[in-house]
């Protein structure tokens, strides 16, 4: 006879109101009284259910819920993403360099940032590596040319 399966409403709420302030997956789960090593086998269970479900396949009640669990968990995740990202937006209004970084991370191929190795000598022996970083802004073919 199977076990009755603790994903409850409260369980999943619980994970999720975590998962929403960015909490690690064991944070979350502890928070919501299971282990991590449960609620990753109700995510293998979710995924390998949307699998049978994308081939065609009937799914359990059980499968159903476990799909549920995991869209719940990732709409948790992407709040979080979102909030976090909204606080960077706000900052890079205020600050140049939050911009700068914002620039990097979402147009990272027109504003790279390169790193270069150069050996540190001393008295004609190497001592040492460090790594410079060149902020280099690349122009755009079909850009208008300056007029100045």
Same mark, same amino acid.
């Given at each position: 006879?199977?076990?009755?399966?603790?994903?409850?409403?409260?369980?999943?709420?619980?994970?999720?109101?975590?998962?929403?302030?960015?909490?690690?997956?064991?944070?979350?789960?502890?928070?919501?009284?299971?282990?991590?090593?449960?609620?990753?086998?109700?995510?293998?269970?979710?995924?390998?259910?949307?699998?049978?479900?994308?081939?065609?396949?009937?799914?359990?009640?059980? #499968?159903?819920?476990? @799909?549920?669990?995991? *869209?719940? +968990?990732?709409?948790? !995740?992407? $709040? &979080?993403?979102?909030?976090?990202?909204?606080?960077?937006?706000?900052?890079?209004?205020?600050?140049?360099?939050?911009?700068?970084?914002?620039?990097?991370?979402?147009?990272?191929?027109?504003?790279?940032?390169?790193?270069?190795?150069?050996?540190?000598?001393?008295?004609?022996? #190497?001592?040492?590596? @460090?790594?410079?970083? *060149?902020? +280099?802004?690349?122009? !755009?073919? $079909? &850009?208008?040319?300056?007029?100045?």
């Amino acid at each position: 006879m199977a076990r009755k399966t603790k994903l409850t409403d409260e369980v999943q709420d619980d994970i999720c109101a975590a998962l929403s302030i960015g909490c690690t997956y064991d944070a979350a789960a502890r928070n919501a009284g299971v282990t991590y090593t449960t609620f990753r086998n109700w995510i293998l269970a979710a995924e390998e259910a949307r699998k049978i479900e994308f081939d065609g396949g009937n799914l359990t009640r059980d #499968q159903r819920r476990k @799909i549920e669990f995991l *869209e719940a +968990v990732e709409g948790a !995740k992407a $709040d &979080a993403l979102i909030e976090w990202q909204q606080v960077v937006y706000a900052a890079s209004k205020l600050d140049p360099v939050w911009a700068w970084k914002m620039l990097q991370v979402r147009a990272s191929a027109d504003y790279a940032m390169p790193q270069q190795q150069i050996d540190v000598t001393s008295k004609g022996e #190497q001592v040492g590596r @460090i790594t410079t970083i *060149e902020v +280099v802004h690349h122009v !755009k073919d $079909d &850009a208008p040319a300056s007029r100045d």
